[in-house]
């Protein structure tokens, strides 16, 4: 059974930080990885995703790289704004299915 | 990419009553849906896999005769929540893979329902 582990729980960093988020999981034979980002009380935002064949995906300040043999992915923001808080979730799909991490809450003080 | 759509945003009932949400893949066809719940500071738990034409998979623990699935077409899953009940308030997001190769495997994402059972 996939578990899949987001570390840490909270982060709280000042405006303009470059930070990163890390994910990992138990099951490499998977499909792609997914970023999501999710404000409170909204739904899910995709943000970057990754195939199984990818090392790592970009757009704008958001970088996401994959290491599937060792279970890990990381998602590295850039210059961090107030409006990047939210809680960002990694889920990685494999046999059919995505199972979710518990999410990273993101706090950017001005 | 391709869009997933989901039919309420948002929906509040009164207790007993049912509650039906749809999940639409807009351009594209999809064999293959699946439904997840988020409690409140949660992450999303996968509740079942709905396949065209069959009847869904359930996760254990998930009761299929409270979360009744239909697929009926390959656009369209629905989730009728029977008799509800406070405890079934949560957000309900749907997925749809799609098969087609432009982005092999991939699952995309509905923007979710919030339910509210009084």
């Known amino acids: 059974k996939q578990e899949v582990t987001q570390i840490p729980a909270a982060l709280s960093v000042p405006e303009g930080e470059n930070l990163v988020l890390n994910c990992s999981f138990t099951d490499s034979a998977i499909y792609n990885l997914q970023w999501f980002r999710q404000d409170p009380g909204k739904g899910l935002t995709s943000l970057l995703l990754?195939?199984?064949?990818?090392r790592e995906q970009t757009s704008g300040r958001l970088n996401a790289s994959l290491d599937k043999s060792s279970g890990r992915s990381t998602l590295y923001i850039a210059a961090s704004q107030p409006g990047d808080s939210a809680t960002y979730l990694c889920a990685v799909d494999n046999a059919g299915k995505s199972t979710f991490g518990d999410g990273t809450t993101l706090t950017v003080k001005p | 990419g391709a869009v997933v759509s989901q039919h309420p945003s948002r929906v509040i009932c009164k207790s007993g009553t049912s509650v039906k949400i749809e999940c639409r893949s807009l351009d594209f066809q999809a064999t293959t849906m699946f439904w997840y719940r988020q409690f409140p500071k949660q992450s999303l738990m996968l509740m079942a896999t709905?396949?065209?034409?069959?009847?869904?998979?359930?996760e254990q623990g998930v009761e299929k005769d409270k979360f009744l699935i239909n697929h009926a077409s390959l656009t369209l899953s629905t989730l009728t929540v029977t008799s509800a009940h406070p405890e079934d308030s949560s957000f309900y997001i749907c997925?749809?893979?799609?098969?087609?190769?432009?982005?092999?495997?991939?699952?995309?994402f509905g923007p979710g329902t919030r339910l509210t059972v009084l």
């Open positions: 997925s749809a893979r799609d098969w087609s190769g432009r982005e092999a495997d991939t699952q995309y």
């Open positions: 990754i195939q199984s064949s990818q």
């Open positions: 709905s396949n065209e034409g069959s009847k869904a998979t359930y």
